[in-house]
């Protein structure tokens, strides 16, 4: 069965200063992974993904992700968190072999970004 | 305007009595999924469907019914509600029925009360 942690129920971060939002991952074969954003009262919109080569995976507003198969993680990043980044995200992760289309998401991890 | 529409936004209904919510997309998109959003557990998958004709259980789908007739169209159908069937619901659409690596469109969400 393919699971996905997200260890940190929330993140603060100061405007400006770097953020991560921490993701763990576990599949039987190897990983699709996507990072989502949810913001108040609205539904999820797609950040970024990894399907396969560059480890660095670059997306929307400014986000990357890190994927590190030794460590099973796809940590979400970004240089310089703005206010307009406090959102609730969401990673997930699907199987790309053996059958079934499930996609499992983590339990989120609301980032808080203050002035 | 590419999109994924739900009706209704929001509904309370009592326990037992049958209900729809709809789920359209115009995107032309083959892969077609619910879940539903509580706290402390993030999005879990209800029922996807590869393409028409084609449903599959996803993790939670106990209570839940689900038809795809029509390429745009995927219903969930609870026969007889629950009061643990309260939720937020979230359809989903994404190209290419066996596309494992391709993002989802989310829809607006359906906030269901159950009393």
């Known amino acids: 069965a393919q699971s996905v942690a997200q260890p940190e129920d929330q993140v603060n971060v100061a405007e400006g200063n770097p953020l991560t939002v921490k993701c763990t991952y576990s599949v039987s074969g190897n990983p699709y992974l996507f990072w989502y954003v949810q913001y108040p009262n609205r539904g999820l919109q797609f950040l970024l993904k990894y399907i396969t080569g560059d480890n660095l995976v670059k997306g929307s507003y400014g986000f990357e992700a890190e994927f590190n198969k030794s460590q099973t993680s796809f940590h979400l990043k970004k240089p310089s968190a703005l206010v307009s980044d406090s959102a609730l995200y969401f990673c997930?992760?699907?199987?790309?072999?053996?059958?079934?289309?499930?996609?499992?998401f983590g339990t989120g991890t609301q980032l808080k970004v203050e002035l | 305007e590419a999109q994924v529409t739900q009706n209704p936004r929001y509904l309370i209904t009592v326990t037992g009595k049958k209900l729809t919510v709809t789920c359209s997309q115009n995107?032309?998109?083959?892969?077609m999924s619910w879940y539903r959003q509580d706290p402390g557990l993030g999005l879990r998958q209800i029922y996807y469907s590869m393409n028409v004709e084609v449903t599959d259980k996803g993790d939670v789908p106990e209570g839940y019914k689900v038809s795809r007739k029509e390429k745009r169209n995927f219903p969930l159908i609870l026969e007889s509600p629950s009061p643990n069937q309260t939720s937020l619901y979230f359809c989903?659409?994404?190209?290419?029925?066996?596309?494992?690596?391709?993002?989802?469109?989310f829809g607006p969400g359906t906030r269901l009360t159950v009393l």
């Open positions: 997930a992760v699907r199987d790309n072999t053996g059958g079934g289309n499930k996609l499992t």
């Open positions: 989903a659409s994404s190209p290419g029925g066996s596309g494992r690596g391709n993002e989802q469109f």
């Open positions: 995107m032309n998109h083959e892969y």
